[in-house]
């Protein structure tokens, strides 16, 4: 007699498709205060929710949930009812019905969409675009883009308005911090830091004390080669721009120019060449002119305008990579930043958010670390304009300024993990902050700034992320004054568009393995580089070990930065840094924007801003052609036409590059000498377009640093031109268009290829539909194809039967030939695809969202996973999101997870008989096999390991009587 039927999902992580994707996408403007006061509204971003809040009382009370996009970051109120949501992987805005808690339409954006805006007469929509360094202009009442902003600077994100509503101000994420690279741009010509006419008249090493080395050079004795440290030592050097223009390095060296100056070409630029540093976008609402403020700092995470004098205050963080040598940058690499912009005369005061460290050591006790602020994401005042709240995302805390940025509070306030966005209630003398990592909002009483409460939220992110984050973020725990972490440089898991010397002059040489290569520790300046799907599979790792030089075999070899770079008292431990790699391993890359719906790749891409070369293979101001990026994937593989200047770089590009993954596929096994002597490993492929912006041809620049291991290469044509000697423009658009849409992979397996943690192009986008419509142009997406990798999925929301619903698109398989269905949020309840379109109406469409393969269930249906669906618990008065809240049962499976051990267990305690089944889809009519292995019994409990299942799994426990 069957007694049970438990299903219950497999969470697999690492290599395998999970049911929670992590892109690590970071907040902006996460909590909203309701015009009226009484409703807050908070973004559950990896739910896919806005939770709403009734706050009439100080005390939040649960007023529900709103599924809306992929990743929501910013919700701002238009109206009391109407409410706006940001999602960033969907690349759209949610219009919320609050009173229904219903999405009325999902408006596509450009790709990146971080923050929104209402302002102007006829008010207008203002919405921020990271990745295409836009901000797009909205109708707010018929939806439709009025303008696209070009932002003359990467990343623009958190937007504030002015007191009277005329000026809209834009913080430029990665805005840099006017320093740049400096490198000759021949190949085989002398080294432009050997230079007679430089500061130092050719001395090479370049001094950074005077006229010595600091640390000292070590000279090895097994050496007897006299010229072997000049061609082995760095050939390039960062060099910031001071406040009288002139560009310096660490040791106040001009080398103004050979960058600006008539010596620039030197350098491959031209005179007059200059990098703005744009911080501060200013948007005009009227007139929709732009203007900026610069000199702020490297990476502005947030604005916000004191009411009061309507200055401008920005938060961020600034890094001192001008500085060389990882023993002078020990501890002391960052500071954390509040600037004070006056918004008539645009003048500055920046000031540090850590005053009461001085950076003259790497280390101070714990308890001065304790009162650091860390990674700084969020920023609010009051309307007397007398206090601001800043929240420390990495510091786990939040200190209080008054109007000139000094510290109220000499002890920050302790919250959970990664406090970001904050509202403020001042008649209630409430401060609302959102917690990103444990998923809850703290309440503040602003008289006495006591935290009153902590009010948690259901939170899908799987153990390994909650268990790693720590060891990328938190500032206080891992460095020695308690205001760096591993984000301070990979920020959000990916850059700060800055080159490191992180070289260490004292140490002696290395050789490679195999090659008997010699490594010198003055790497000299290196790009960071993005930690998204930065773990290899372990059979990869001999031939992609990690890190510019191929040095770091594994990520457990970067321990040692926690004590030489961070100044943390000790190394993590093992367990620490399987939690660290575990982490890093569920980073995604986010969709591409320039592949189609279908993920192919683009035969006849536009190329806006590329630019070619002359007849005589110079880089000039030559638009590119559209580019078809099907030809440069066949270009990429085999192209005779390549004669490359390096070895190995004639004819085939996969030598060193990836092409299903886009990673450098060089290691012991493959060197690849280039730059004279010294050795590095090739680029991972699918972050170029994020390190656009470098143009040495131009006067403005929006980057000091562009590709290649130092940034060296400003734009693709530069590469092509100086590696590759490419003459044909119609080669460089194809390659390039190639190169760009690299994210996503899709190309089918290959010989060597590695899979990767891409994203296919359509995951995310959502499709508002009024009335039953034709859905031919998503089959094509939904139904398994030829490729390898199982197709996205499909989220439904609407309304039936005045109930909020949920469904997801069952694709047909060899179970289910006969055609696709929707699963409904009841369980056994499934809707034809007739049945649910015909459910669309202009007063409660449906919003269509595409998800990521294994996900659809969870999102659609059954979001806390227990295998009773979300309609079906509340039809039952359960809860939805706790998978401890469900009708009593017979014994349940549980699930433990253990990857490095390539298993599941599953656990069960009864002391009856027993079977259990597996199936690998719930398909109509599901197949189920019994599950292998032999269940033991300890203590009243059984355990069953079996293999992880490559895709997912569901499993069923019967008890027999």
């Not at 409703?39 to 939040?60: E, I, K, Y």
């Not at 760095?234 to 660490?250: E, F, H, Q, T, Y």
């Not at 899709?746 to 034709?774: E, I, M, W």
């Amino acid at each position: 007699m069957l007694l049970c039927v438990a299903l219950v999902r497999t969470i697999t992580e690492g290599f395998a498709q999970s049911p929670f994707v992590n892109f690590e996408t970071a907040l902006v403007h996460p909590v909203a205060l309701s015009p009226d006061g009484r409703t807050l509204a908070v973004c559950n971003l990896p739910d896919g929710r806005v939770q709403l809040f009734n706050v009439a009382s100080g005390v939040p009370q649960p007023l529900g949930d709103v599924p809306v996009g992929l990743d929501p970051v910013s919700v701002r109120w238009r109206t009391t009812n109407e409410l706006w949501v940001v999602n960033h992987i969907s690349s759209s805005l949610n219009v919320v019905d609050v009173a229904r808690r219903l999405v009325t339409a999902a408006i596509q954006t450009r790709a990146g969409p971080s923050d929104v805006v209402f302002a102007g007469t006829p008010a207008r929509a203002f919405v921020s675009c990271a990745k295409e360094n836009t901000v797009t202009v909205f109708d707010p009442q018929t939806r439709e883009v009025l303008t696209n902003l070009v932002i003359d600077g990467e990343r623009p994100k958190a937007m504030a308005l002015s007191p009277d509503g005329t000026k809209l101000y834009v913080a430029v994420f990665e805005s840099g911090n006017g320093s740049t690279i400096l490198v000759g741009t021949q190949p085989n010509t002398t080294n432009v830091l050997q230079h007679p006419a430089g500061p130092y008249g050719g001395q090479f090493p370049v001094p950074n004390d005077g006229t010595n080395l600091s640390p000292p050079l070590y000279i090895s004795t097994n050496i007897f080669d006299p010229f072997f440290y000049e061609s082995h030592l760095p050939d390039s050097l960062i060099v910031k721009k001071n406040a009288a223009g002139r560009w310096m390095d660490d040791n106040h060296g001009d080398w103004s120019e050979f960058i600006s100056g008539t010596n620039a070409a030197l350098s491959g630029r031209i005179p007059g060449w200059d990098l703005p540093d744009h911080d501060l976008a200013i948007i005009d609402t009227s007139t929709l002119d732009v203007t900026y403020a610069t000199g702020l700092m490297n990476l502005c995470t947030d604005v916000a305008v004191n009411l009061a004098s309507g200055r401008i205050a920005v938060i961020g963080t600034d890094g001192t990579n001008e500085r060389r040598f990882e023993p002078n940058l020990r501890g002391t690499f960052l500071r954390v930043k509040l600037a004070l912009v006056e918004p008539g005369t645009l003048a500055k005061a920046i000031l540090d958010l850590n005053p009461h460290l001085d950076y003259s050591t790497a280390t101070v006790p714990q308890s001065m670390r304790d009162l650091s602020v860390g990674d700084p994401r969020g920023i609010v005042w009051n309307g007397g304009g007398t206090r601001g709240y800043v929240t420390g995302m990495g510091s786990r805390n939040l200190v209080v300024i008054d109007a000139a940025g000094q510290r109220v509070n000499s002890t920050p306030i302790e919250l959970q993990e990664g406090p970001s966005g904050l509202a403020l209630d001042e008649s209630r003398q409430r401060l609302y902050v959102l917690n990103r990592f444990s998923s809850s909002l703290s309440v503040l009483d602003t008289a006495s700034l006591n935290v009153l409460t902590n009010v948690p939220f259901f939170d899908p992110t799987s153990p390994s992320i909650k268990a790693g984050r720590k060891h990328l973020y938190d500032t206080r725990r891992n460095s020695g004054l308690g205001q760096a972490s591993c984000a301070s440089c990979h920020a959000d898991a990916r850059f700060d568009r800055l080159a490191w010397d992180l070289g260490d002059p004292r140490m002696d040489i290395t050789w490679f393995v195999y090659q008997g290569r010699p490594f010198h520790p003055m790497k000299g300046p290196l790009v960071t580089i993005t930690l998204q799907d930065v773990i290899v599979p372990e059979e990869f790792v001999p031939i992609m070990p990690l890190h510019w030089r191929g040095d770091r075999a594994t990520i457990q070899t970067f321990n040692v930065t926690f004590t030489d770079l961070l100044a943390r008292d000790s190394q993590l431990t093992t367990n620490e840094m399987q939690e660290f790699k575990e982490f890093l391993a569920t980073i995604h890359f986010p969709p591409s924007r320039f592949r189609p719906l279908d993920n192919s790749m683009p035969t006849n891409l536009p190329l806006p801003g590329f630019f070619g070369v002359d007849a005589n293979g110079v880089p000039d101001r030559t638009p590119l052609p559209n580019g078809n990026a099907v030809t440069g994937s066949e270009l990429f593989a085999l192209n005779e036409d390549f004669n490359g200047r390096f070895e190995l770089t004639i004819g085939d590009c996969r030598t060193c590059h990836n092409r299903l993954s886009g990673r450098g596929a060089e290691g012991d096994l493959i060197v690849v000498g280039r730059e004279a002597e010294r050795p590095f490993r090739p680029a991972q492929l699918r972050s170029i377009t994020e390190k656009l912006g470098m143009d040495l041809r131009s006067t403005n620049s929006r980057a000091g640093f562009g590709l290649r291991f130092d940034g060296r290469s400003a734009t693709l044509t530069d590469f092509f031109a100086d590696v590759f000697r490419e003459k044909n423009n119609q080669i460089i658009a194809d390659v390039t268009a190639f190169l760009i849409s690299i994210p996503g992979a899709g190309f089918g397996k290959q010989t060597y290829d590695d899979d990767s943690q891409d994203t296919h192009a359509a995951v995310g986008r959502q499709f508002t539909l009024t009335a039953p419509q034709n859905l031919d142009f998503l089959w094509q997406v939904l139904e398994p194809g030829m490729t390898p990798a199982p197709p996205p999925e499909l989220v439904v929301r609407g309304v039936k039967n005045g109930l909020n619903r949920g469904w997801y698109y069952v694709a047909r398989n060899d179970s289910n030939a006969n055609g696709g269905y929707f699963q409904s949020d009841r369980n056994h309840e499934q809707q034809s695809v007739e049945a649910l379109l015909a459910l669309a109406t202009p007063d409660a469409p449906l919003i269509l969202t595409v998800v990521e393969s294994g996900t659809g269930r969870r999102i659609a249906i059954d979001r806390d996973g227990d295998g009773l669906f979300d309609r079906t618990e509340l039809d039952t008065d359960f809860d939805p999101a706790d998978p401890l809240s469900y009708p009593p049962l017979p014994p349940t499976l549980a699930i433990v997870h253990e990857p490095g051990l390539g298993r599941i267990t599953l656990r069960w305690a009864d002391t009856g008989m027993f079977r259990v089944f597996s199936a690998t889809n719930l398909a109509v009519p599901t197949q189920w096999s019994p599950a292998s292995g032999t269940a033991v019994l300890d203590g009243g409990t059984w355990s069953l390991s079996i293999p992880i299942p490559t895709r997912m799994g569901f499993f069923r426990l019967e008890t027999l009587e």
